[in-house]
C-alpha cells in the first residue's frame, strides 16, 4: 500500500472537525491504513487521544498540526523527530501567548526559529504574493528534502486546475508533490454534522451560510485504493505520502516531562532532605516518641520513595503545603495522598494513616510507572496566591495549569444546533431551558413532544440526530479546577501552553486525563470553599469569644457532634446535606469517626449503583445478618460490614478473591478512576469474575462482587479520600454546635457553595435561634458579621452590589461610618441601582426614613455633584409615601438580596393554609407512615441524580422547616411545568415515614399563590 492521509482534521480542530480522534483511527484501521496523520488547526490538542487509540488498532500515529501564518496562508507541519516535535510545540505556545485567546498567527520569525525536524506542505493558497515566490521562501526555509506542494482534489474544476498548476510549479522549483484529501470527517454521512458545526463557529444558519459551507462532501476519510484512483495523473504525489509518513518517526509514548530539581540545603540530597522533613513532622503529629508501628511505616515509605526517585516531587508538594501554612492560608490534602504517613507527618495531609489503618500502595507502588496523584484543598479566596506562587517560583516556561475540554452538553447541543438548522431563538430557548445540563437524547424526544412539535418533521428528525452527535464534542478550553504542571525542560517542548481566559493563567492544551497517560506529573491546587467557612469562622471564634481553636487538636468524639450529625441537623455541615445525605444519616446514626469516613463515601453514585447501601445501612443496624462473599474477604471487608465501599477495597478484592497481581489491582484502580473507565471495567470483568471462579467463589457471588466493582468506575471514593473529607465533616458539624453565629456569619460570606441559597440559610439560622438583622448602613461592613451575638447582613448579600465595590466600599467605612444618606450616596460607591436596593430593602432605616422614603431621597441625590449635595435638601417624600406593607418589604428583600430577614413568606399564608388543611413541615414530622396529605412551601433544591432512575427530588421550606418530596417519572411529565419551573407550590400526596426520615410521595402539583405582587423565589437545581 502506497497511499497515506497526511492532513487530517479532528473535532480538536474546533468547530471544523466532524470526528473524533479515536473515530479517524478506527476508520483507518478498518479502510487498511497502517498510519495515519493528526494535524489539528493551531494545535496539538488531541494528540494523546489520537495516539492511545493508533495503538489499540494497530495504525502508526504521525503528529503535526495545520498552521495558519499572518498573511493567511496555511501550512501543514509534520513532526520527524523528537526535534521537530519539540519545534512545533514551541512554535505553537509562542502563537498562542502573543495573542488572544483563539488567535495564533504564526510569523515568519517563528518559522525560521522552529522549522527544524519539521516537513511542510503547502496548497498555494492564501497570501497577497506569487505563489511561485512563496513557494521558493518556504523550499529555501524548510530545505528542499522537507517543503512539499499539497494536491487537494474533491471533484472540483478549480482543484483539477489547481493541481496541474501545482504539478508545474513542482517541476520547476524542483521539489515534491504530495496528495491529500483535507480530511474533515471518518465517513460520508458525518458531512451534515461538520457544515453545522460550521454554522456555529460563524453564527449563521444553514440556509444562510452560502459559501461557508464546503461545496460537497467528500473531506471524509477515503480508502487508499480511492486515492490512488483520484490522483492517477500524479502518482508521485501519492508515493510521497509513504515517503513522508516513514520518515516521521517520533513516537509521543517516549515524551519525557520530569519534575525541575527541587532547591535543597547544603549537604543534603533530595532523599536525606526528605527523610529530615518527615521525622521532624512526625515529632509534631505523633509526639517524641514514635511507636513500632509509625515507624516501620515511614520507614516503608521512605523506602519505596528512595526507590521510586520521587523525593523531589514530595519536597514540591511540602514546598507548597509550606508556603500554605506561613501565608495562615488554610489547605488540606486529600485523594490518595492521605494514604501516605509522608504526606501526613509533611503538614500536606491531615488524616493519619496509620491510625486508620490506610493502603500505602493506593497511593504510590513499586509496580506502577506513573507518579502519585496530589490533591491538595485550599481556601478558595486564597488560592490564587498559591497558583501564583508555584507560577514565581518555577517561571512560566515550566508551570501552567491543565486544561479542561469544555464538550456539548444537553442544553448547549441544542441551543448551537438548533440556531444552525433555523429554529426560532424562541423556540431554541424553550427547549434548552426544558433540559438540564446532562440531559441524555431521550429527555430531547420526550421535551419537544411536550411541546407540541412534530417529531416527524424532518428538520426535527435532524435535530434530534445531529444533538445526539455532537454530545461530547470539544466547544473551546477552559481551565481544570486546580490541576498544575511543572517540568524540569521548558514546559512549551513537551506540550503548548495557551492564555487562558483569567488574567496571568496560562494552560496547556491537554486535559488531566491526556497528561497523566503522557506521564507528566499534576498537583492539584483545589479551591474548597468549606475550607475557606472554616478559616472565617475560626476567626470570628477568635475575635469573639478570644478563643483559638486548632481543628487538628480536636478529639473528634463529642456526643453533641454526633447527634446533630444523626438528627441530620446539616444545612452548611460539609459534605452530608444534600438530601440523601440527610434521609441516610438518620438510618446510620454516626457516632465515631469511622462512621463519618463512611457516611462521606456511601451516598455517591458508586455505591448506590452497585447496591451497597442499604445491606450496609440494614446490617449497622442489626437488620440483617453481616455475610461475607468468600472467607477470604472477611479481613478485607470486616470494617464495612461485608461490603465493598472503597476504592482501596476494591484493589484487595481483586487480588485476594481473583489472584490479581499488584499491577493488575492497580489497572483495575486506573479503571475505576478514569473518566472514560465504564470500558475498561468490562474488559477486565472476564479477568476479574474466571480468577475468583477459579478460587473457589461461586459464579453468582463473583458477578456480584464485580457489579459492586465496576460501580466504582461512576463514582466511588478512596478511603483516604474519605477520612480527609470526613475530617471537614466534623469540624464544620463542631462549629454549627458550639458556636452557630459563627458559623452562619462564615456560611453567608463563603457563598457561593454548598445546596442552600442565603434565603434558606437565614431562615435555618433563625430556626436555630440565631438572630439575623439586615443590612444597615451605619453599621454593615461588606461581608457579613457577627455583632453582640447575632448575624449582621453585609453589603455583599445586596444584588447589584457587585465585588469591584468592595474596596471602594471598604476605603469608606475604614475613614468613618455613613452619617447619612447623601454620606452613603458619595462614598460608598455603590452604582444607582445599588443605592436604590440598599434603599428599599431597609438599608437606610437608621437615618431615620422607611424604605420608600430612602428610595425617595436616593433618587434625588444619586447624579448629583457633591456641592450640589451641601446646596440643597432633596425631598423625602415624608408626607405622601405610605410604608409598605410587611408582605411588600419582604417582596422587596428578595428583588434586592434574594433573601429576607422578615417573616418566612410561607408564614403569611399560614391562617389560609390551616383552613385548607395543609401541614407545616412541623406537623408532618408526627403524621403516620402511609397518610394522605397536603403541604406547600418554597422550592429551594431540585435534584435529579443519576441513579435515580428518572425520579426528581424537591425539597421545599416553610417557617418550620423542610419538607421532602418524591416526584415519580410518569408525574413529572405531567407536571413539568409546575414541579421544574414553580417557585413555591401545593403538593398533594401521601406521607413515607420510616426510621426518623419523611418523605412526601407527591401525586398533585400547583403553584402556591402569595397576596403579593409573584415573589421570585431562587432555588438550587441539579447540582
Known amino acids: 500500500m502506497s497511499y497515506v492521509e497526511l492532513h487530517c482534521h479532528s473535532n480538536f480542530s474546533f468547530l471544523q472537525g466532524a470526528s473524533h480522534p479515536e473515530q479517524l483511527i478506527a476508520r483507518a484501521a478498518e479502510l487498511g491504513y497502517d498510519s495515519l496523520a493528526i494535524t489539528d488547526c493551531d494545535g496539538l490538542y488531541g494528540v494523546v487521544r489520537f495516539h492511545q487509540a493508533a495503538r489499540k488498532f494497530g495504525v502508526r500515529p504521525i503528529y503535526g498540526a495545520q498552521v495558519t501564518l499572518t498573511d493567511n496562508r496555511r501550512l501543514v507541519l509534520l513532526v520527524k523527530d523528537e526535534k521537530g516535535y519539540a519545534n512545533l510545540s514551541q512554535m505553537l505556545s509562542a502563537a498562542h501567548l502573543a495573542n488572544e485567546k483563539g488567535q495564533a498567527p504564526i510569523t515568519w520569525e517563528m518559522l525560521s526559529q522552529y522549522n527544524r525536524g519539521l516537513i511542510a506542505l503547502w496548497n498555494g493558497v492564501g497570501g497577497g504574493g506569487e505563489p511561485a515566490n512563496d513557494a521558493c521562501w518556504f523550499r529555501e526555509l524548510f530545505g528542499p528534502d522537507h517543503f512539499f506542494l499539497e494536491l487537494v482534489h474533491h471533484h472540483l474544476p478549480q482543484h483539477e486546475t489547481r493541481c496541474e498548476q501545482l504539478a508545474e510549479l513542482a517541476r520547476h522549483l524542483g521539489v515534491g508533490l504530495v496528495a491529500s484529501n483535507d480530511v474533515h470527517y471518518a465517513h460520508p454521512q458525518d458531512r451534515r454534522l461538520q457544515d453545522v458545526l460550521t454554522c456555529i463557529k460563524h453564527h449563521v444558519t444553514l440556509d444562510s451560510a452560502g459559501q461557508l459551507l464546503y461545496p460537497n462532501g467528500h473531506r471524509y476519510l477515503k480508502s487508499p485504493r480511492e486515492m490512488d484512483r483520484l490522483f492517477a495523473r500524479w502518482p508521485q504525489a501519492v508515493a510521497n505520502t509513504r515517503r513522508i509518513a ?195 437524547g431521550d429527555e430531547l424526544n420526550e421535551r419537544l413532544a411536550e411541546m407540541n412539535i412534530n417529531l416527524n418533521d424532518h428538520r426535527v428528525k435532524l435535530l434530534l440526530d445531529l444533538v445526539g452527535r455532537i454530545r461530547g464534542f470539544p466547544r473551546h478550553l477552559g481551565i481544570h479546577v486546580g490541576g498544575m504542571i ?96 440527610m434521609n441516610t444519616l438518620p438510618r446510620h446514626k454516626p457516632t465515631r469517626f469511622y462512621d463519618l469516613v463512611v457516611e462521606v463515601a456511601l451516598i455517591r453514585p458508586g455505591p448506590i449503583q452497585g447496591d451497597m447501601v442499604h445491606p450496609y445501612l440494614r446490617r449497622r443496624n442489626g437488620e440483617e445478618p453481616v455475610t461475607y462473599p468468600h472467607p477470604c474477604l472477611e479481613p478485607i471487608l470486616k470494617r464495612t460490614l461485608g461490603v465493598p465501599l472503597f476504592q482501596e477495597q476494591g484493589m484487595r478484592v481483586a487480588m485476594e478473591a481473583a489472584g490479581f497481581t499488584p499491577t493488575e489491582a492497580d489497572e483495575l484502580r486506573r ?29 453468582e457471588a463473583a458477578e456480584r462482587i464485580f457489579h459492586q466493582l465496576s460501580a466504582f468506575a461512576d463514582f466511588g471514593f478512596a478511603e483516604s479520600h474519605a477520612a480527609s473529607f470526613a475530617l471537614l465533616v466534623y469540624v464544620s458539624a ?76 471598604n476605603a469608606a467605612l475604614t475613614e468613618r461610618p455613613f452619617d447619612s444618606v447623601a454620606d452613603v450616596v458619595y462614598r460608598s460607591g455603590l452604582s444607582r441601582r445599588a443605592l436604590e436596593q440598599l434603599a428599599v430593602i431597609g438599608g437606610l432605616d437608621s437615618f431615620g ?97 443519576m441513579t435515580a432512575r428518572g425520579f426528581v427530588f424537591l425539597t421545599m421550606e416553610d417557617e418550620t422547616g423542610f419538607i421532602n418530596v418524591v416526584v415519580k417519572p410518569q408525574l413529572l411529565t405531567r407536571f413539568r411545568r409546575e414541579v421544574i419551573h414553580t417557585g413555591a407550590l401545593t403538593v398533594k400526596g401521601v406521607v413515607e415515614s420510616s426510621s426518623g426520615v419523611v418523605n412526601v410521595i407527591g401525586h398533585w402539583f400547583a403553584p402556591l399563590e402569595f397576596d403579593e405582587r409573584p415573589m421570585r423565589f431562587k432555588s438550587r437545581d441539579f447540582r
Open 246 to 440: 516513514d520518515r516521521c518517526g517520533f513516537d509521543l509514548g517516549r515524551l519525557s516531562a520530569s519534575l525541575p530539581d527541587f532547591p535543597l540545603p547544603e549537604n543534603e540530597t533530595p532523599d536525606s532532605y526528605l527523610r529530615k522533613l518527615t521525622y521532624r513532622g512526625a515529632r509534631n503529629r505523633y509526639g517524641d516518641n514514635l511507636s513500632e508501628r509509625q515507624k516501620h511505616q515511614l520507614e516503608h515509605e521512605l523506602g519505596i520513595i528512595r526507590k521510586l526517585r520521587l523525593a523531589g516531587y514530595f519536597l514540591i508538594v511540602w514546598d507548597i503545603a509550606r508556603f500554605c501554612t506561613e501565608n495562615d492560608i488554610r489547605c488540606q490534602g486529600r485523594g490518595s495522598a492521605a494514604n501516605s504517613a509522608v504526606c501526613y507527618c509533611l503538614g500536606v495531609t491531615a488524616v493519619d494513616p496509620v491510625g486508620l489503618e490506610l493502603l500505602f500502595e493506593r497511593f504510590v507502588s513499586e509496580s506502577r510507572s506513573e507518579p502519585p496523584d496530589i490533591d491538595i484543598d485550599i481556601a478558595n479566596s486564597r488560592r490564587e496566591e498559591v497558583i501564583q506562587y508555584v507560577y514565581n517560583k518555577y517561571g512560566r516556561e515550566h508551570a501552567a495549569m491543565v486544561c479542561e475540554v469544555i464538550t456539548y452538553r444537553g442544553r448547549s447541543a441544542v441551543r448551537e444546533v438548533g440556531k444552525a438548522l433555523g429554529f426560532s431563538l424562541d423556540e431554541v430557548d424553550r427547549l434548552a431551558k426544558q433540559l438540564n445540563h446532562f440531559s441524555h
Open 849 to 945: 426614613l422607611d424604605r420608600r422614603q430612602a428610595l425617595w431621597a436616593v433618587m434625588g441625590l444619586v447624579g448629583r455633584s457633591q456641592a450640589e449635595l451641601q446646596l440643597h435638601t432633596p425631598e423625602n417624600g415624608r408626607n405622601t409615601l405610605q410604608p409598605m406593607t410587611t408582605g411588600e418589604q419582604i417582596v422587596a428583600d428578595f428583588a434586592g438580596m434574594d433573601l429576607s430577614v422578615g417573616p418566612h413568606p410561607v408564614a403569611l399564608l399560614r391562617l389560609r393554609l390551616k383552613r385548607q388543611r395543609i401541614l407545616s413541615a412541623e406537623q408532618l414530622a408526627h403524621v403516620p407512615d402511609n397518610t394522605p396529605v397536603t403541604v406547600a412551601g418554597m422550592v429551594v433544591i431540585r435534584q435529579r441524580p
Open 671 to 699: 479503571a475505576m478512576g478514569h473518566k472514560r473507565s465504564r470500558e475498561r471495567m468490562e474488559e477486565l470483568g472476564a479477568r476479574l469474575i474466571g480468577g475468583m471462579i477459579r478460587r473457589g467463589i461461586a459464579e
Open 486 to 581: 511543572i517540568t524540569r525542560r521548558p514546559l512549551s517542548h513537551i506540550v503548548p501552553i495557551e492564555n487562558a481566559t483569567m488574567p496571568e493563567r496560562s494552560v496547556v492544551q491537554w486535559d488531566k486525563d491526556d497528561v497523566e497517560t503522557a506521564g507528566m506529573v499534576k498537583i492539584d491546587l483545589l479551591g474548597l470553599g468549606m475550607l475557606s467557612l472554616i478559616d472565617i469562622a475560626l476567626k470570628l471564634v477568635e475575635k469573639h469569644h478570644g478563643l483559638t481553636i486548632d481543628p487538628a487538636q480536636l478529639t473528634y468524639d463529642d456526643p453533641k457532634v454526633y447527634q446533630l450529625l444523626s438528627s441530620a441537623d446539616t444545612v452548611g455541615v460539609f459534605q452530608v446535606e444534600s438530601r440523601a445525605q
Open 734 to 809: 463542631y462549629l454549627k454546635v458550639y458556636y452557630p453565629a459563627e458559623f452562619y456569619c462564615a456560611l453567608l460570606n463563603a457563598q457561593p457553595m454548598g445546596f442552600y441559597t442565603p434565603a434558606t440559610i437565614v431562615y435555618e439560622a433563625r430556626r436555630k435561634g440565631v438572630r439575623i438583622f439586615g443590612v444597615d448602613a451605619r453599621t454593615s461592613q461588606w461581608d457579613c458579621t457577627v455583632e453582640k451575638g447575632a448575624v449582621r447582613l453585609g453589603f455583599r448579600t445586596i444584588k447589584h452590589a457587585g465585588e469591584s465595590t468592595r474596596d471602594i466600599l
